[in-house]
């Protein structure tokens, strides 16, 4: 025994030099360039960032504007539709592969593919397969179904429906491999167990398999919230934001105010307003997450 | 790389040395078009013709994307040798930060005062008594594109002025036409709103309300019918569903719609399809009722640089851009209209021609770039899109978020 342990601060000493350019990194660019951000917001800056205080004007301004309140609409109901519908489908996917089905693997590379896609790519396709004259309206016309309509794009009520398709068939494959690779993760001999007790397998998976995927679940709701939030270049592509104003996202309106519109007090004031919903849902979750394990 | 390329560099000065001083100068730009890089090859060949290289810088997309390409290269401390923006007030903050070379001393020595028609689009490029940027092109916004074929359908004359074409919307409809063509990007909406203000209530109106941002002319009975012919225009533009503005004008070429509010770019396209104007379409600047157009247009800046070769190199290629023979080779390409009254163009068409003789007549005004901040059209944009494609919103109410932007304005 040592009579003295060495001070905390010196041990793995060559980890935490490593670890110095990250930290500088997360501080310098992160934590550092939200500050500025949030600082700005509460300035008139115009083209160039300016330090000229404007009070809680730009905040007024923002909630006045009828285009940010349909953004925010908007991104609601993609983000619960989108992170529900992710999930189950997701879920499914991987469930129904997992039944050692034959061709596994090439079914898995299809439902896959769609990731390995840009979203201006996504959107593109998605433009032409809703089009009313190319897609597939126009398909189940020629084939004799002549009264069928489907036309998403072009209304303004169910406009963001026709993106939250594109979003999913691009992101659940990706949710759907995470899900594999949890479900395969579960010891056979849970599966034996629940076969000898007689428990179907629709309940197996519920009630024991589902909550033994926790951190599974944990990782893919992290990917899917910071896909929600962060939601731009798939409206852009597909739909640049109309008919009128009714896909817009909140992402677009700061990137419009801030660039096109020369106004970043507008666009900061909108992209903390962002940030302040993403702390409001990422604090308690952590709190609860983190906090409770420290605890106990 | 950069050193293979520093090598190619200096080899090529050494053999230029005993030549001319020449010296690279990037020049960015957003005109990416057919006939756009038709035009803008012109300006290249007489820039190259004075032993300078012009390098080519064009961004893709329209001025929206490029202008932040642009200006985050600038404030980065990496700034091109010249670039394109809409004249007015884009580059007011770049102008104000020092960021951008005065031009007076070459617009004095080119005589430019003198030359340039009409006298606002110098103006606009004047701040505190110093220019700052090279006016190349007018191009209008006030023109109204009428399709003859899609009247011919319809079984009515050609309209001469917007209420005619407002009466004859109904047969188009009959006959399973469009009458108006709106394409889907907010900037369309709201210039084709622009139009009507300028058509209905008139010049001094516009220039009131952008200009003076007299909000109490704004929630008055002249925008009140400004705002119900925009009603109008919305029920008349029901069923268009394209997005960019050539497919709308396509609409109008092919028949499909009757006509199309747009700026006199959408002539290239009319040309391009091979039309006659006069026979298979008809121009009416000021949809028919006042005559006149605004100068929006292009403009070159120079952002401030500390080679004084680059520098010597920006004042050739400032007064290779507004000299006699550049400006009619470039503007018959490009279908906008010259900046000097003193020219030639007898090549030009008919549209183009009744431009040039509104301009002569000096029927101009201000555009709204020049009169109203990018951040201040954006917001228009949003109303007007939003107006455009959603019949719930009454002109009233339309009216009322009109009056609060222009009240909130600077």
């Given at each position: 025994m040592s009579d003295r342990r060495p001070n905390r601060f010196f041990r793995n000493m060559t980890a935490k030099i490593a670890a110095v350019p990250m930290i500088l990194t997360a501080l310098c660019v992160f934590v550092g360039g939200t500050v500025w951000t949030i600082v700005h917001s509460f300035t008139d800056s115009k083209l160039l960032p300016r330090l000229r205080w404007d009070g809680l004007d730009q905040y007024e301004r923002l909630w006045n504007t009828n285009r940010w309140i349909v953004s925010i609409e908007n991104l609601l109901i993609y983000g619960l539709c989108s992170l529900i519908l992710s999930l189950i489908i997701g879920f499914v996917l991987a469930a129904l592969l997992d039944q050692k089905i034959r061709f596994e693997n090439t079914f898995r590379t299809i439902l896959l593919y769609p990731f390995a896609l840009s979203f201006i790519v996504t959107g593109l396709v998605w433009q032409w397969l809703l089009n009313p004259d190319l897609g597939i309206q126009s398909v189940i016309r020629g084939a004799g179904w002549i009264g069928f309509t489907f036309d998403p794009l072009n209304n303004s009520k169910i406009v963001i429906f026709g993106v939250l398709i594109a979003g999913l068939w691009q992101g659940t494959g990706l949710i759907m491999v995470l899900m594999l690779a949890g479900l395969r993760g579960i010891d056979q001999e849970i599966w034996k167990a629940s076969r000898v007790d007689g428990i179907p397998m629709w309940k197996t998976y519920l009630f024991i398999v589902i909550p033994m995927m926790r951190p599974v679940f944990i990782t893919t709701l992290v990917i899917i919230a910071s896909g929600i939030v962060k939601l731009y270049d798939l409206i852009v592509a597909q739909t640049s934001g109309g008919p009128g104003i009714s896909s817009e996202v909140p992402a677009k309106y700061v990137y419009d105010y801030m660039f096109q519109g020369q106004n970043l007090g507008q666009g900061f004031a909108a992209s903390t307003m962002m940030l302040l919903a993403v702390l409001v849902v990422v604090i308690p979750w952590a709190y609860l997450e983190f906090g409770g394990k420290a605890r106990g | 790389m950069i050193a293979f390329r520093t090598i190619l560099t200096s080899t090529t000065a050494l053999l230029a040395a005993g030549s001319a001083h020449a010296t690279d100068l990037e020049v960015m730009h957003w005109w990416t078009s057919g006939g756009e890089a038709a035009a803008v090859a012109e300006f290249a060949n007489a820039f190259d013709a004075t032993g300078h290289k012009w390098i080519d810088g064009a961004i893709a997309g329209s001025g929206g994307t490029a202008r932040p390409i642009i200006v985050s290269r600038i404030i980065g401390g990496d700034p091109m040798g010249a670039f394109q923006f809409n004249h007015g007030r884009q580059a007011e903050e770049l102008i104000d930060a020092g960021l951008l070379r005065d031009l007076t001393g070459v617009a004095e020595a080119e005589g430019w005062k003198d030359i340039v028609n009409p006298p606002s689009l110098l103006d606009a490029c004047t701040v505190d008594g110093k220019i700052y940027c090279a006016p190349v092109n007018i191009h209008s916004w006030q023109w109204l594109w009428l399709s003859h074929h899609a009247f011919a359908d319809a079984g009515v004359d050609v309209p001469t002025n917007w209420d005619e074409f407002v009466a004859a919307a109904p047969a188009l409809r009959d006959a399973g036409k469009i009458p108006l063509a709106v394409g889907g990007q907010p900037w369309q909406s709201a210039g084709a709103f622009n139009v009507l203000m300028v058509g209905i209530a008139g010049p001094d109106v516009l220039v009131r309300i952008y200009g003076d941002k007299d909000a109490d002319l704004a929630a008055g009975p002249e925008m009140a019918r400004v705002f119900a012919a925009a009603g109008d225009a919305r029920e008349m533009s029901q069923g268009t569903n394209v997005q960019d503005w050539n497919q709308a004008t396509n609409l109008v070429i092919t028949g499909q719609a009757g006509g199309q509010i747009m700026g006199d770019w959408a002539q290239g396209e009319f040309q391009v399809a091979g039309q006659t104007a006069g026979e298979d379409y008809s121009c009416l600047p000021g949809?028919?009722?006042?005559e006149l157009i605004d100068t929006a247009g292009d403009a070159f800046y120079f952002p401030v640089v500390n080679d004084p070769d680059i520098a010597a190199a920006q004042d050739v290629l400032a007064a290779t851009l507004l000299a006699p023979e550049t400006q009619v080779a470039f503007n018959l390409k490009k279908g906008s209209l010259p900046i000097r009254g003193d020219i030639d163009l007898t090549a030009a068409n008919d549209c183009m021609k009744k431009g040039l003789e509104i301009l002569a007549a000096g029927n101009t005004l201000p555009a709204t770039t020049i009169l109203n901040t990018e951040d201040t059209n954006n917001q228009l944009n949003d109303l007007f899109v939003e107006f455009f494609n959603d019949t719930s919103i009454t002109p009233e109410a339309a009216q009322e978020r009109f009056v609060d932007i222009i009240a909130n304005a600077d």
């Amino acid at each position: 025994m040592s009579d003295r342990r060495p001070n905390r601060f010196f041990r793995n000493m060559t980890a935490k030099i490593a670890a110095v350019p990250m930290i500088l990194t997360a501080l310098c660019v992160f934590v550092g360039g939200t500050v500025w951000t949030i600082v700005h917001s509460f300035t008139d800056s115009k083209l160039l960032p300016r330090l000229r205080w404007d009070g809680l004007d730009q905040y007024e301004r923002l909630w006045n504007t009828n285009r940010w309140i349909v953004s925010i609409e908007n991104l609601l109901i993609y983000g619960l539709c989108s992170l529900i519908l992710s999930l189950i489908i997701g879920f499914v996917l991987a469930a129904l592969l997992d039944q050692k089905i034959r061709f596994e693997n090439t079914f898995r590379t299809i439902l896959l593919y769609p990731f390995a896609l840009s979203f201006i790519v996504t959107g593109l396709v998605w433009q032409w397969l809703l089009n009313p004259d190319l897609g597939i309206q126009s398909v189940i016309r020629g084939a004799g179904w002549i009264g069928f309509t489907f036309d998403p794009l072009n209304n303004s009520k169910i406009v963001i429906f026709g993106v939250l398709i594109a979003g999913l068939w691009q992101g659940t494959g990706l949710i759907m491999v995470l899900m594999l690779a949890g479900l395969r993760g579960i010891d056979q001999e849970i599966w034996k167990a629940s076969r000898v007790d007689g428990i179907p397998m629709w309940k197996t998976y519920l009630f024991i398999v589902i909550p033994m995927m926790r951190p599974v679940f944990i990782t893919t709701l992290v990917i899917i919230a910071s896909g929600i939030v962060k939601l731009y270049d798939l409206i852009v592509a597909q739909t640049s934001g109309g008919p009128g104003i009714s896909s817009e996202v909140p992402a677009k309106y700061v990137y419009d105010y801030m660039f096109q519109g020369q106004n970043l007090g507008q666009g900061f004031a909108a992209s903390t307003m962002m940030l302040l919903a993403v702390l409001v849902v990422v604090i308690p979750w952590a709190y609860l997450e983190f906090g409770g394990k420290a605890r106990g | 790389m950069i050193a293979f390329r520093t090598i190619l560099t200096s080899t090529t000065a050494l053999l230029a040395a005993g030549s001319a001083h020449a010296t690279d100068l990037e020049v960015m730009h957003w005109w990416t078009s057919g006939g756009e890089a038709a035009a803008v090859a012109e300006f290249a060949n007489a820039f190259d013709a004075t032993g300078h290289k012009w390098i080519d810088g064009a961004i893709a997309g329209s001025g929206g994307t490029a202008r932040p390409i642009i200006v985050s290269r600038i404030i980065g401390g990496d700034p091109m040798g010249a670039f394109q923006f809409n004249h007015g007030r884009q580059a007011e903050e770049l102008i104000d930060a020092g960021l951008l070379r005065d031009l007076t001393g070459v617009a004095e020595a080119e005589g430019w005062k003198d030359i340039v028609n009409p006298p606002s689009l110098l103006d606009a490029c004047t701040v505190d008594g110093k220019i700052y940027c090279a006016p190349v092109n007018i191009h209008s916004w006030q023109w109204l594109w009428l399709s003859h074929h899609a009247f011919a359908d319809a079984g009515v004359d050609v309209p001469t002025n917007w209420d005619e074409f407002v009466a004859a919307a109904p047969a188009l409809r009959d006959a399973g036409k469009i009458p108006l063509a709106v394409g889907g990007q907010p900037w369309q909406s709201a210039g084709a709103f622009n139009v009507l203000m300028v058509g209905i209530a008139g010049p001094d109106v516009l220039v009131r309300i952008y200009g003076d941002k007299d909000a109490d002319l704004a929630a008055g009975p002249e925008m009140a019918r400004v705002f119900a012919a925009a009603g109008d225009a919305r029920e008349m533009s029901q069923g268009t569903n394209v997005q960019d503005w050539n497919q709308a004008t396509n609409l109008v070429i092919t028949g499909q719609a009757g006509g199309q509010i747009m700026g006199d770019w959408a002539q290239g396209e009319f040309q391009v399809a091979g039309q006659t104007a006069g026979e298979d379409y008809s121009c009416l600047p000021g949809l028919g009722i006042n005559e006149l157009i605004d100068t929006a247009g292009d403009a070159f800046y120079f952002p401030v640089v500390n080679d004084p070769d680059i520098a010597a190199a920006q004042d050739v290629l400032a007064a290779t851009l507004l000299a006699p023979e550049t400006q009619v080779a470039f503007n018959l390409k490009k279908g906008s209209l010259p900046i000097r009254g003193d020219i030639d163009l007898t090549a030009a068409n008919d549209c183009m021609k009744k431009g040039l003789e509104i301009l002569a007549a000096g029927n101009t005004l201000p555009a709204t770039t020049i009169l109203n901040t990018e951040d201040t059209n954006n917001q228009l944009n949003d109303l007007f899109v939003e107006f455009f494609n959603d019949t719930s919103i009454t002109p009233e109410a339309a009216q009322e978020r009109f009056v609060d932007i222009i009240a909130n304005a600077d």
